[in-house]
């Protein structure tokens, strides 16, 4: 039963609480699937999605070769979703076009996480000069409009390997996690166990990872998904910006041709603009929902609202 | 919500720190105080990370055009970077230290240098031209979303459990997650070439041709006109996160021993809605502006240039795909010093409204 998270408190922590033996397992996820039939339905999209941009490349092997009689082509047989302009196939950089953006999205969630999750701890529990040093420089670079300076930055440097993307994404989107972790370690530190931990004199890194960080797990899977949902977000904004190299298949980069070749205001193209935004939007809905029913779960307060 | 409202408290208790963190924790103890240090420190932050990029970074802009000057005109490393200043206002002959402090020195004095891509051009006079329309447009735009997801998150919270809050609910988080420049591409190739109900074409531009600026209703109506589909895509792309925040926001606020009081004093329904539950209910709400007012005029970056409007946004685009790296600079710095002091404003009328907030929260 789900109902058995509840705790007092019901920020964080939750998940330790949680004791499922095996023989409750399968009742569980039953009473979860029909308490939550949004979030599971969701959840199942996310799948699909996560599934497609990995194997998709795999499901039509073969190249996309480009065809200068079908340029911006309404959906024909053979073209199930029209063709671009340069008269490529659409479907098949729909099948293509996900792999990298998910892995970069990944990425650049993970590092943020990271980031935010060890910056953030460390401040809370330290305190004094530590606290204010990484308060006030989260509150700097939390001022700049973040998606200003991603862009700002990105024109400074040459976006050529997945990883520089990654960190680029990461270096300008951790604060307002760590800003939340911080204030949660705040109220987590003055916990029964971690002043026990404290007084055995156990040291600030057992402390960090085996006290605290254990206890925010939930919490911060909940902020990986909706950092994914950053990750998306400004990789397409960067696409868009023409800032990333423009080659390979990517829903993003498909996004942005279709801008900037003027297929946008073609009656006939209408399918092969539409394929890519539905794609981004049902896995950026995706996601949010499922952080959203995650938090449901495990934060069983709001429910009743 | 109890998140964003306990970052702000810096407790410490150190005994043995030194007389600088001491002064500084008791900074940070006034909330304007430490706000205007944040807002100082911000500026000072973009103004040092554009000399960084511009001076420092291997390859960097000022680099490559002195030596593209070099070897296209056969200038001499004297002339190019006397080109150079002109261009950058900076002065690479100086050791770095002045040259940092000159530069400083030269932004206090409102001089951004020229534009690299339309030469003759000095990039405060694009600034200037271009801003002001994406000061309406955000600002209008931030606050018809704030006041809108405000109103109705309240009625959310009013009526949940009722098909208005799942419906809402369901729009408020469908919104909320799709991409604002995605939004602006669906209203283009949807409403506009589709449906054929929006003259996107007709609403380029930030003004009708034959239009001028004055105290004149045609000009506040001709600006409104060619404003509303930016201002329409700034507005559902944040209302859904305040309507969410506003409806947690009063939930709680409805539990409230004041809000029984006063409705056991027989004060009428709506008055307790607005004056006891509304007021107490949006404070929270000021704690995530900062986010909000950076995401919406972050968004005008890809939204302008989406819907041709002729704000500062399609103007850093062009400057970005273009790398005029003076204008992008430039650009820069005067969006964070708007959003910085667009943030000041706010938080003088959240202490205004709270007062718990200057006192230090006790």
Known sequence: MAEMSVGLEPQVGQSAVIAVDERKRASWLRAFVARNKVGTFFFILLLAIIILAIFGPWMMPGDNPTNVALILSPPVSGHPLGTDYMGKDVLYQIFHGGRSLLLVAFLAALLSTVIAVVFG????????????????????????????????????????????????????????????????????????????????????????????????????????VIAMTGGIFSQIFLYFLGLVPLSGDNWGLMIQQAYSKGALFYKDSMVYILSPIVMIVLLQLSLVMVSRSLEDIFNPRLRES | MAVAASTDKVVIHHPERPAIWKSLAGFSQNFLVRRLFRAFLTI?????????????????????????????????????????????????????????????????????????QSPGTSVGSIIASRLPWTLFSVGLGLLIGFAVGVGLGMVMAYKRGTWIDSALTSIASLTHSIPNYILALLV?????????????????????????????????????????????VYVLTQVGGWMLLMKSSTISALEEDYVTAARARGISEFRVAVLYVGRNAILPLFTQLTIAIGFVVGGSLLIEPIFVYEGIGAELFKAIQGRDYTLLQGIFLMITTCVVLANLAADLLYSRLDPRIRTGGS
């Open chain 1, 121 to 224: 701890t460390l401040a809370a529990i330290v305190g004094g000069r530590t606290d204010v040093v990484i308060t006030v420089i989260t509150d700097v670079v939390l001022t700049v409009p973040q998606i200003i300076l991603l862009g700002v930055l990105a024109a400074y440097v040459t976006l050529n390997s997945p990883i520089l993307l990654a960190v680029i994404i990461a270096a300008t989107s951790w604060t307002t996690l760590l800003r939340a972790i911080r204030s949660q370690v705040l109220s987590l530190k003055e916990r029964e166990y971690v002043e026990a931990a404290r007084m055995l004199d156990l040291g600030m890194g057992r402390i960090m990872f085996s006290e605290v960080i254990p206890n925010m797990m939930t919490y911060i899977i909940i902020n990986f």
């Open chain 2, 44 to 116: 000072f932050f973009v103004t040092t990370l554009i000399f960084f990029l511009v001076r420092l970074l291997p390859g960097s802009p000022i680099e490559v055009y002195i030596n593209q000057q070099m070897t296209q005109y056969g200038y001499s490393y004297d002339q190019a970077s006397n080109q150079a200043r002109a261009l950058f206002a900076i002065d690479t002959n100086q050791p770095l230290v002045i040259q940092y402090f000159n530069y400083l020195g030269h932004l206090a004095q409102g001089d951004m240098g020229m534009s690299i």
């Open chain 2, 188 to 232: 283009i190739v949807i409403f506009g070439v589709r449906l054929g109900w929006i003259p996107f074409t007709d609403m380029r531009g930030s003004l009708s041709s034959g239009v001028h600026p004055g105290w004149t209703f045609r000009f506040f109506a001709d600006a409104l006109y060619h404003a509303s589909l930016p201002i329409a």
